[in-house]
């Protein structure tokens, strides 16, 4: 029996080690962001829920993304990660702050933006996704 463990301890080593020389070698990503997702994305308060946060996503120019929720909340755009850089807020059609709601984020242009709850502290509290945007194909 302790041979046997020690045969699948060998195995796994093994198995790490050969993985994180494909993750160096570039072969394998260590981490990847999401890709535009199909359905909409259900907008709340993460740290309320105490779930992760948002998971950084990549689009095209021309995707677009559906932000759905309830209980007050709203979107809007920037191009900073500061949840108090209000003064670089863009808003987005639909993304008004409501008790329930929908709005569809179009990106334009290339570049990295991030999607806020503009609703007091929500963005401070994990309601920010960041989203890094390529030329169209």
């Known amino acids: 029996m302790r041979m046997r463990l020690q045969s699948l301890d060998t195995k796994a080593t093994l198995c790490c080690a050969v993985l994180v020389a494909l993750c160096a070698a570039g072969f394998l990503p260590l981490a990847m962001p999401a890709a535009v997702p199909a359905g909409p994305i259900k907008w709340y308060i993460l740290a309320a829920a105490n779930l992760p946060p948002y998971a950084d ?39 008004a702050d409501s008790a329930s709601g929908a709005a569809n984020v179009t990106f334009m242009q290339p570049s990295t933006f991030y999607v806020i709850c503009p609703v007091g502290t929500h963005c401070a509290q994990g309601q920010i996704q960041k989203w890094t945007v390529s030329p169209a194909a």
Request: hydrophobic share 35%; proline share 8%.
């Open 57 to 95: 996503g990549t689009a095209m120019v021309g995707d677009t993304l559906t932000y759905t929720w309830s209980r007050f909340h709203g979107v809007v755009l920037s191009t900073s990660p500061d949840c108090t850089a209000t003064a670089l807020f863009q808003p987005v059609p639909g993304g």
